[in-house]
Nanobody, 125 residues
Framework: QVQLVESGGGLVQAGDSLRLSCAAS????????MAWFRQAPGKEREFVSG????????SYADSVKGRFTISRDNAKSTLYLQMGDLKPEDTAVYYC??????????????????WGRGTQVTVSS
């Protein structure tokens, strides 16, 4: 059973940067497609960014393109999300998710079978 633990969230000001980490254990992290989702208060969970297990194909939500960068370190079984030029609307709980997909990404939460508990990111104006 794969376990995912997010870290790196916090309270920052608009325009600041933050890096989230997601440490994986107990599974085949190296070949699995991974992604970041977020959920703001009163809103549905939404896709932020994904990265395929093979080939390193990445995808981003339009709202974060050019500001966020997803990456992974397979040697450390860790997924990252570098967030820049943060805006108050980026405030949310950020979740790491893993899929059995290997070669493609997906923006649908239904394609991801295991999830972390989330880390809070709060951006003040």
């Amino acid at each position: 059973q794969v376990q995912l633990v997010e870290s790196g969230g916090g309270l920052v000001q608009a325009g600041d940067s933050l890096r989230l980490s997601c440490a994986a254990s107990g599974g085949t992290f190296n070949t699995n497609t991974m992604a970041w989702f977020r959920q703001a208060p009163g809103k549905e969970r939404e896709f932020v960014s994904g990265m395929s297990g093979i080939g390193g194909i990445t995808s981003y939500a339009d709202s974060v393109k050019g500001r966020f960068t997803i990456s992974r370190d397979n040697a450390k079984s860790t997924l990252y999300l570098q967030m820049g030029d943060l805006k108050p609307e980026d405030t949310a709980v950020y979740y790491c998710a893993g899929s059995r997909r290997v070669f493609t990404t997906s923006s649908s939460e239904y394609d991801y079978g295991y999830w972390g508990r989330g880390t809070q990111v709060t951006v003040s104006s």
